[in-house]
């Protein structure tokens, strides 16, 4: 079993509900891998489907529809304060570099440099 399943299968089995829920330390001892690498994986599950919720405590399996929506909540704000920073670095690097050719890609909402 690969390790992202391997995990995804031990929150489901062992950390089911916020009660429940693991720190990223224990998940990086028990797992023998590193917070960023961690990270990787669950975001990779979660898109895959897993309902992996977080919190400040830690990881754990969605056990209710609340603890899903309260995760996605968490997520949509973060992705809003994400959005309004690049926002503004795209506007300050219009004026303080009028001629990027970036520019244009960026406020088109391009990613690509």
């Known amino acids: 079993m690969a390790l992202d399943e391997t995990i995804a299968k031990h929150l489901e089995d062992y ?3 916020e009660a429940c829920a693991v ?3 224990e998940l990086e ?3 023998d891998i590193r917070g960023p690498d961690l990270r990787r994986i669950i975001n990779r599950l979660r898109g895959e489907g897993h309902p992996i919720c977080s919190f400040d405590y830690g990881y754990y399996y969605a056990e ?3 603890e899903l929506q309260r995760t996605i909540r968490q997520l949509r ?3 809003k304060k994400i ?3 690049e926002r503004g670095l795209t506007k300050a690097l219009a004026k303080r570099f009028p001629d990027s050719r970036q520019i244009a890609l960026l ?3 391009g ?3």
Do not use: M
């Open 64 to 66: 209710t529809e609340e």
């Open 77 to 79: 704000s973060r992705i």
């Open 111 to 113: 990613d690509d440099f």
């Open 23 to 25: 720190s990223s330390r």
């Open 83 to 85: 959005a309004h920073a």
């Open 29 to 31: 001892r028990a797992f």
């Open 107 to 109: 406020l088109e909402g």
């Open 15 to 17: 950390h089911l509900g």
